[in-house]
């Protein structure tokens, strides 16, 4: 059994974070080889691992080629050296000794999960990461904290729509069957349609409990996409390159259209503005999302980066 655990760096030096990844992984109870891709780095992020992580595969790309790039190209690397199972893990994130093996026990009994992840906690280990602790909420993964809350017998595993992929436990089943991340998201939100992808082909996504990792974010400034506007055309790309949509790109694009009348004649600057925008992003980008629509029901269109 071969395991790789697939980390994306990008000026991984802050806060030791590459050097707090790796050796948290080199020291689990079950051996796990790293494939590291850096995304152009300005820091001295590649000759620190060249130099302090030798055994390491590292990939060196000369641009940025995003969060699910960067990982299509770990998968393709760890495909061809015969990979049984991948580990993506973010740079700024650790594991505890046993999560690769707790997660890979649990994969083996549970083989209709395509995603297991670990429990997130945030950097310093004291808390539930935010984000984390919003995908687990009573509607979207039931029972978790009822079980918790209650201390009452824990599931093997627990079914979730959605876990964020800085701990994510792909077995070679799903990328045979759900393909590699999609080229539509260069950062942020490629996890949430690998998920839809998921569900499409009657896969779930699994939090497994008592094995943890700690993600150190908490002190992240906000990037550019953040705004408003940015959130809002990243979530229509999502939605529209879910193959579980129940609308059409250009049902929505027509509905844009209408919005813009009915702002424009009520005089509502801010709503026409806003509707403006979002209709004309639809608008260029209409071919790649229904391409993407398309790619998203064969993985066979998602081949490795």
Not at 253 to 267: D, F, M, S, T
Request: positive net charge.
């Amino acid at each position: 059994m071969k395991i790789f655990t697939i980390v994306v760096i990008y000026n991984g030096l802050k806060n030791d974070w590459i050097k707090k990844c790796f050796d948290s992984v080199l020291s689990s109870s079950i051996k796990s080889e790293i494939i590291a891709i850096d995304n152009n780095s300005t820091d001295e992020s590649v000759s620190y691992i060249e130099s302090n992580f030798p055994n390491v595969h590292l990939i060196k790309n000369n641009v940025n080629m995003g969060f699910g790039g960067a990982n299509n190209q770990g998968f393709k690397l760890g495909l061809d050296l015969k990979g049984d199972y991948f580990f993506l893990l973010n740079q700024d994130a650790t594991v505890e000794t046993q999560t690769l093996e707790v997660l890979i026990h649990t994969s083996n009994k549970n083989p209709d999960f395509f995603v297991l992840s670990p429990i997130h906690r945030n950097g310093l280990g004291n808390k539930l990461d935010l984000s984390f602790s919003k995908s687990i909420a009573p509607h979207l993964c039931p029972d978790f904290y009822s079980d918790y809350v209650l201390d009452q017998q824990k599931k093997d595993i627990y079914e979730a729509d959605f876990i964020c992929a800085a701990g994510w436990l792909l077995p070679l089943k799903s990328l045979q069957k759900v393909g590699g991340f999609s080229p539509s998201f260069f950062h942020y939100a490629e996890d949430d349609n690998y998920c839809h992808r998921v569900k499409y082909y009657n896969g779930k996504i699994g939090v497994v409990p008592n094995t943890f990792i700690n993600h150190d974010r908490e002190d992240r400034k906000p990037s550019t996409y953040d705004s408003k506007l940015e959130h809002e055309k990243r979530q229509y790309v999502l939605w529209t390159s879910n193959p579980l949509r129940k609308i059409s790109i250009e049902l929505l694009i027509k509905q844009y259209r209408n919005k813009k009348v009915k702002y424009l004649i009520l005089r509502d600057k801010i709503e026409y503005r806003k509707a403006k925008e979002v209709y004309n992003f639809l608008r260029v980008n209409e071919k790649l999302i229904n391409d993407n629509y398309k790619k998203s029901i064969s993985c066979k269109d998602y081949e490795f980066l």
